[in-house]
Nanobody, 119 residues
Framework: QVQLVESGGGLVQAGGSLRLSCAAS????????MGWFRQAPGKEREFVAT????????YYSDSVKGRFTISRDNAKNTVYLQMNSLKPEDTAVYYC????????????WGQGTQVTVSS
């Protein structure tokens, strides 16, 4: 059972930046695509970004494209989310997740880290 631990959240003013990290346990991290999701108060969880196992492919939601960058360091078992030009509507709990092999759903989730963007 993999464990995913997010960190790096906090309070930032609009226009600012934060970098989230997600550390994974185990020795098979490099085999899996990883994703970031977020859930704002009163809203459903939504997709933010995903990165392939090799980091050769990334994909973003339209709401964050051009502002957020997902990356990974397989030697450190860590995936990152660099968030720039933050907006109040980016306020949410951010979760990292591991995609199941074969293009399945996201079966393992972290506990989340709070990001609050003030106007």
């Amino acid at each position: 059972q993999v464990q995913l631990v997010e960190s790096g959240g906090g309070l930032v003013q609009a226009g600012g930046s934060l970098r989230l990290s997600c550390a994974a346990s185990g020795r098979t991290f490099s085999s899996y695509a990883m994703g970031w999701f977020r859930q704002a108060p009163g809203k459903e969880r939504e997709f933010v970004a995903t990165i392939s196992w090799s980091a050769g492919s990334t994909y973003y939601s339209d709401s964050v494209k051009g502002r957020f960058t997902i990356s990974r360091d397989n030697a450190k078992n860590t995936v990152y989310l660099q968030m720039n030009s933050l907006k109040p509507e980016d306020t949410a709990v951010y979760y990292c997740a591991r995609q199941e092999l074969g293009g399945g759903g996201y079966g393992s989730w972290g506990q989340g880290t709070q990001v609050t963007v003030s106007s």
